[in-house]
């Protein structure tokens, strides 16, 4: 059932790479069986419970879900320990504290986000993206911002707005797919906090928080300033859901959006003892960290290793508080739970939907939701994706977006733009 913790080379190497500040002493809980795992610097031992030893924490799940998560491919909701909590495949007891200071290195003990050697071929001779970076200086909300954008090709504008907690690094695929640049001036830029997009003067007094006015807002400011005519909005996670408040607000002035990972709302619906509110932003927890190790299990585990890491790598980045700035829009301030969001079922802005079967934050299910009560020109679950399918899984993404791209081309066509 703990086949993984048993190889002792695999073990070896992952604590190698890893620092546990303190040893950890985990009692793993199964129907029938329960276990203490010791992990330290330059330990790792596996045991019967001992009743006399106090654990830090405890990891319960049935059978079947440990034995789900040893598996090379396992099933959406068990590819890592951060997912099965989410999904309520697995309760986490006692010092969650502890539990999410050495969640990355859990993950990497448990599932298979190490297992599959990376593929790349070594470059012989060096070249130049096609991708062109520049600043856009603007006023906006009566402070000055320095926004950091990148763009490539030419034709129909599509802008791209990155997940929360990221950059917009995740759309590098896509800003070097010629098939795609053809067609389309593929435009990604940084939210300010994010990214090269640095906070505005006087961040140091104030604390960062997401809204949905000034998110929407500042989405319309930057398209305006750059001249954009009936740009397509493409977003992903927060992404996601701001192209639906688009759509209501200003859907007139768009040329269509393209929700990845939508959902009307967000929630954290893992069972157990509950991990602190500011989990993400506290002097004891490193929340780079914390926050790659909680996106690895976003991630599907038929994604490309390097392409996982990248991804994870984006998260591990974030300025102090960034991403749980975001959080708040995602899981409070942008909660589209009311009757508004009906009128896009009749909206004049065409809406595309597309959400990976291992997401589960904004899963398949509530993706079905929204796309019943919206009527979307499309929508589709993508099999083998997780919350981030342009950065974790390119490929596998394209075949997906191209059709809409598609239908978006022939729209443009016939109505003479």
């Not at 060096?126 to 926004?147: A, C, K, M, W």
């Not at 768009?254 to 993400?280: C, H, M, T, W, Y």
């Not at 065409?350 to 939701?369: C, F, H, Q, R, W």
Request: a negative charge.
């Amino acid at each position: 059932m703990f086949d993984k913790l048993l190889n002792k080379r695999r073990t070896a190497q992952i604590l190698s790479s890893k620092t546990i500040h303190t040893p950890v002493l985990i009692n793993l809980k199964a129907e029938s069986a329960s276990f203490l795992l010791k992990l330290s610097n330059d330990l790792i031992e596996l045991t019967p419970y001992d009743d006399s030893v106090s654990s830090d924490f405890t990891l319960e799940a049935s059978e079947f879900a440990w034995r789900e998560l040893q598996k090379t491919f396992p099933k959406p909701g068990f590819q890592c320990l951060s997912t099965m909590r989410r999904a309520q495949n697995l309760i986490v007891k006692g010092n969650t504290k502890k539990f999410n200071q050495n969640l990355l290195l859990l993950e990497m003990l448990f599932s298979n986000i190490i297992d599959n050697p990376s593929q790349h071929k070594v470059l012989k001779v060096p070249f130049i993206e096609e991708t062109r970076g520049h600043y856009l200086n603007f006023s906006f909300e009566n402070l000055n911002y320095r926004i950091f954008f990148e763009e490539a090709g030419s034709g129909i504008p599509l802008v791209c707005l990155h997940t929360a907690g990221s950059d917009s690094r995740q759309y590098r695929h896509l800003l070097n797919d010629s098939e795609i640049t053809k067609n389309f001036r593929v435009i990604a830029f940084d939210l300010p906090w994010h990214g090269k997009s640095s906070p505005p003067i006087g961040f140091a007094e104030t604390e960062y928080r997401l809204t949905t006015l000034s998110y929407i807002n500042l989405v319309k400011t930057l398209v305006d300033a750059l001249s954009l005519e009936r740009p397509v909005i493409m977003g992903c996670s927060i992404g996601g859901r701001a192209v639906l408040h688009l759509a209501l607000r200003f859907g007139d002035r768009l040329g269509g959006v393209i929700g990845l990972q939508s959902a009307l709302f967000a929630e954290d619906r893992s069972i157990g003892d509950p991990n602190p509110k500011d989990i993400l932003y506290r002097s004891d927890v490193h929340g780079g960290e914390l926050a790659g190790a909680l996106m690895a299990g976003m991630t599907a585990p038929q994604s490309p290793q390097n392409e996982r890491w990248e991804t994870i790598w984006h998260y591990m980045q974030g300025g102090p508080g960034v991403f749980q700035g975001d959080l708040f829009y995602y899981f409070d301030d942008g909660d589209l739970r009311d009757s508004s969001v009906r009128n896009l079922k009749n909206s004049s802005c065409p809406i595309y939907l597309l959400n990976g079967d291992y997401d589960v934050s904004a899963t398949p299910e509530m993706g079905k939701d929204l796309a019943q009560l919206i009527q979307p020109e499309h929508f589709e679950v993508m099999e083998e994706m997780g919350h981030f399918p342009m950065s974790e899984n390119p490929e596998g993404f394209k075949r997906y977006l191209i059709k809409i791209l598609d239908k978006i081309i022939n729209g443009y066509t016939l109505n003479g733009l």
